[in-house]
């Protein structure tokens, strides 16, 4: 009993913090966007003439580099394939806190890249589709079936002109993608080969040009049951876990409603109608919480981002997606932990360096087991594989799909290894930081940074025309049996 009642203490105290720094950071982040905002309302208030300044240098540079979304582009800068940023969980995109960048400035180095803003908590299905409108233009549509079987709104955002109309195979892009955007960009060429968009019956696979992941979550991770959704089925909340905060905190926020402050930050769920001025007053609130009211949650049904991310979740989606015979891949896959003098014990690779909303569950990465009277989420499950992290993400997740099935790669160790690139393999590079080391925060990377995304930025420029090639008997066979 005394054991018993230590443990839970223990846990109850790692909740508590782990919630306090996640407020705290969360904190953080919203209030220097709010006080960008002030502070650019304040210069525009009393010093109009240097905004007008700044304006007027601002819209030059826009006539000299033009937006992409312009048609109106020469014939030497349309064959440069723009770039696409897409944001892992919890993320935003350009218009969303304030000044604020998610990928802290990348964006800004070369011409030609659209950062767009997704929901932050939707599930891997939700955000595939809004990025498709996003580019493509048009009413947000999730697809009957798949709306009908979560409870919501079939429709969403409307794009009334779409960032990247043009879009097709004589105009594909190139997707940078960070976390959990990996996942959206991979199921979004899915769909495209699937055909699935209405409307859109000469969408291809082809429309992708290339594909690098930062951090991506390719095959889940073993963070989404220390936050606390069950490692039994990969899909239900524990009854105190970080997650029913979440939960909780979502609902509310939602249901609120504000609308200056959803400008601000918007975790996506508008399709789902929880809003108080569609459920009502403290009786709507009531029924959201409790799961009891006429009107679904992303929650109840399993919609939302965290079930995805599971080992469970990535399987599922996993077993419906191909990797494509004429599109590049590369993933950059980061850990900060090391294993003990040559040990199977794996511990922190430094201190120091590991950010402090991401060090908690670092240490508890490390030391996961899965339940023993849970059946593994596959059959060669082991528990040492998925020791390295980076604090979000187990290392294994992020070097290329896996599971079910292994999919074409190779490692590199310089990237003169993959001179020249070959579409149809993944190539991936083991990167010595945290989960957010190449986001938010562009002083915490230092020379990595630029680093980094130069090398993106320069083989993106560098693979302009797509090098057809059939696919190889493996690949067919894979991409068969996938389907």
Known sequence: MIRFCFIAAVQLCELILTSLVHLLYAFYIFSSAVAGDLSLSLNHLFNPNLINNNNNHHQNQQQDHPEPTTTTQSSSNEQVPPIVLVHGIFGFGKGRMGGLSYFAGAEKKVDKVFVPDLGSLTSIHDRARELFYYLKGGEVDYGEQHSKACGHSQFGRLYKQGHYP????????????????????????????????????????????????????????????????????????????????CRLGVIVYDWLDIPWLKRYYNFGFDHFNMSRKKVGGVEGIKGLLLGNSGTSTPFASGDWILPDLTIQGSIRINAHLSTFPNTYYFSYATKRTMKLMNTTITIPSTIFGIHPLLFIRLLQM????????????????????????????????????????????????????????????????????????????????????????????????KYVFRKMIPPSPNQQQQQLHQS
């Open 166 to 245: 043009q879009w097709d195979q004589d105009h594909p892009l190139h997707f940078v993608a960070h976390s959990a955007g990996a996942q959206v960009v991979r199921l979004l060429q899915q769909m495209l080969a699937d055909k699935v968009f209405m409307g859109y019956d000469n969408t291809s696979e082809t429309w992708v040009l290339s594909i690098t992941s930062l951090s991506g979550a390719f095959n889940g991770t073993t963070r989404t049951y220390l936050d606390g959704i069950r490692p039994e089925d990969g899909r239900s909340l524990k009854p105190v876990c970080l997650l029913q905060l």
């Open 366 to 461: 490390t030391q996961w087991r899965h339940p023993s009277d849970a059946t593994p989420p596959y059959k060669a499950y082991k528990d040492q594989d998925w020791w390295d992290n980076d604090g979000a993400l187990n290392t294994m997740s992020m070097t290329h799909p896996r599971l079910p099935h292994e999919h074409p790669s190779q490692q590199l160790f310089n990237d003169s290894d993959c001179h020249p690139l070959q579409p149809g393999i993944w190539y991936y590079k083991f990167v010595e930081g945290d989960h957010i080391l190449f986001v938010m925060n562009r002083e915490r990377a230092g020379l990595q940074f630029d680093l980094i995304y130069d090398t993106i930025f320069r083989r993106c420029r």
